[in-house]
């Protein structure tokens, strides 16, 4: 993810208002052998991308996949990262 994603998606967070979102700039998930990456720790995945969803939806566009390709997802206890 790229910090411009990530900021993003705190905007849209923002603006929908249902949960924290903590931005993470030197994540290292699983298999990245100590590679960095930007990362967004959520509470909810499910809520982020119902968040994500609405926020297109509502604009009446569809370059969600253009402005998100694929994320990996890590379980931190009662949290996740996407990165």
């Known amino acids: 993810m790229t910090i411009e994603q990530a ?4 905007t849209i967070n923002s603006e929908m208002g249902n949960q924290d979102l903590d931005i993470r700039t ?3 998930g ?4 100590g590679r960095e990456t ?5 509470d909810s995945q499910t809520q982020l991308l119902a968040d994500v969803l609405n926020y297109f939806v509502n604009r009446n566009t569809v370059a969600l996949s253009e402005e998100f390709p694929n994320f990996r997802v890590d379980n931190m ?3 996740v990262i996407l990165y």
């Open 7 to 10: 900021r993003f998606l705190e």
């Open 26 to 28: 030197n994540y290292s």
């Open 30 to 33: 699983r298999g990245m052998y």
């Open 38 to 42: 930007v990362g967004v720790v959520v």
């Open 77 to 79: 206890g009662h949290s």
